[in-house]
């Protein structure tokens, strides 16, 4: 995951992919003996506009996977937020 903030003081059109996703677990110290390393969480995304907003393309904060078949966890989901502001 990561952090991620878009402050636009117009319009604004997202036609692709912002991706602030969770690295996938992995081998580990252990791998021999099934016990692997868990995946990071999602990172947050937050989106603030003051003119109009087109969304085309997709917002992803999804937590990591766990290595299949392995002792780790996964990763969180992290969150996205999209909100008008208006100036003073």
């Known amino acids: 995951g990561g952090l991620l ?35 990071s969480g999602g990172g947050n995304i937050m989106v603030l506009y003051a003119g109009s907003y087109s969304l085309t393309g997709s917002i992803d904060v999804a937590g990591g996977a766990v290595y299949s078949g392995g002792s780790g966890s996964a990763g969180g989901d992290g969150q996205s937020h999209v909100a008008q502001v208006s100036s003073p």
């Not at 996938?24 to 099934?34: R, V, W």
């Open 5 to 39: 903030w878009l402050i636009v003081s117009g319009d604004l059109t997202i036609s692709g992919k912002l991706d602030s996703t969770g690295c996938n677990g992995g081998y580990g110290f252990e791998a021999s003996a099934g016990r692997f390393g868990g995946a």
